[in-house]
């Protein structure tokens, strides 16, 4: 663009209708549209964000409940806009529109998109940006309570705003480029940590996030800090520079927070992956880094820190009492979905189930066989396990010890769900389970929520379901395999890079490969990433 001060925004609106991120250019003031501004006063645009976006009364609340949703096709899962000029709800998306509709039959021009509260002018067929109204926008977000501020958009500081204009070389990353394709020097049996990194440097949502200047230390403290060496690792893998990066300082600060990573011997890389993103976590709320609001609460399901907005999800563990058939539900956060290779049977592994080891094992003999595709492993992981007479529940309607059954199910799923893959056993005797497991590239979770198991026992959800195109389908993006043995084995990674090539990553050594070698690669940790993201 020839003209800085006239830059065009853009918003990320991650809609309801589709399962790709729709990206909608935004006017700025300087180009301010006259349908907008002749159509919605200030007083207006805050009365009608308080009944239908932010508003917490509960007169609001059945207002919204009453009339959010499509005036002509009733669907209130769509993408809804509000009509400025008649109050009319109508869904909007790629096919099938009903504002698209009323505008052409009515020639209303002006519309709020009912879930972030943006405005529409369909005659401009643009989202508008008014700096009057977007500061009502955020106020009124920012006071509803328990809300999380509203998505703030980056904007490049003004010094590198002309030092770009000034630069005459100007890297352009092109479709198939090598940019952000580094290897990382082993330090000495480290492959479990650059493996967990190499995922990590290729997960959108947290590369968005510290390379978008949210994160700042002030003076020694960036010496300890492992958000700001994050940052560096992602700004060097980035420079477009081949050479492999050292990650020596980012090791040295693992190892002073963490005692019990620390030292030359080979660490398990799911370990590494829960103790890393804890300490990031502990980083970012020390430094108050919430999106916009301080939260000072260390290890919460409310934290609002970035790695808690991206990692956690919620797991809800129903206990059934046989007696009276009374449900208590429990519900938890959780950072990772481990998954068994075998039946829950402590210490018993079928023929069938592939023991790697240098120590000769002697499995018993099971009745049922170990799981061949990941969608196995999440069916058993979800279904309703028969707790017997040694291990009771109380009952709290009973009021004595009972027997039951547990079920688990995903209350919440995360931006980024990781899927450990348990193929260590440390029981009597240390062993792996090589089984091959099937995974896909496009996985649902939607069975496995707690709507839908709730739907599969006979009861009401209200609704409250989540559509499979809204929540439900995710992309895998990154791969951590293990080689080897318990005693003599390495790690390595798979990631997908530019969104189309998967490329093997191998400490320092990069290699392309194709998707049938991803797939028949022995996963260990699976990390798949939503195709639709919703924000407040």
Known sequence: MSNCSSHVHIHLLCSYYSTQIRFVFVMSIEDECAHVKNSCSSDKYKLLLSCFITGSTTNELQLRSQFKRCEKCGDSSKWLLLCLDCGNFGCYGSTGSHVSLHYTTTNHKIYIELNSGHILCMKCDKFIYLESLEQVRLWANSEQPGKVAAFNDWEPPMSDIKHLVRSSKRRRIKSGSSIGLRGLTNLGSTC???????????????????????????????????????????????????????????????WRQARVLAGYDQQDAHEFFITYLDLLHQHLIKQGITNGITNGISHSVHCKCAIHQIFTGKLQSDLTCHQCHNISATVDPFWDISLDLVPNDSDKVSDSASICSSISVDSDPSDEEPPVSLEECLDRFTRPERLGSEAKIRCSRCGVAQEGTKQLSLKVIPVVVCIHVKRFRHTKRARKLCNPLEFPFELDLEPYLTTSIAKTRGFNTMGDAPTVERIGRYRLFAVVNHIGTTDSGH???????????????????????????????????LFYHKKVIEYA
């Open 192 to 254: 479990f940590m650059s493996s967990v990194l190499q995922c990590l440097l290729h997960t959108p949502v947290l590369r968005e996030f510290f390379l978008s200047e949210q994160h700042h230390c002030a003076g020694d403290e960036r010496k300890h800090c492992l958000a700001c060496e994050m940052v560096w690792l992602f700004q060097e893998m980035l420079s477009g520079r081949r050479d492999p990066v050292s990650p020596h300082k980012m090791l040295h600060l693992v």
């Open 491 to 525: 790690y390595i990674s798979h990631v997908l890079h530019g969104g189309e090539q998967w490329f093997r990553c191998d400490d320092t050594y990069l290699t392309r490969v194709n998707k049938d070698t991803v797939q028949s690669s022995e996963a260990y940790m």
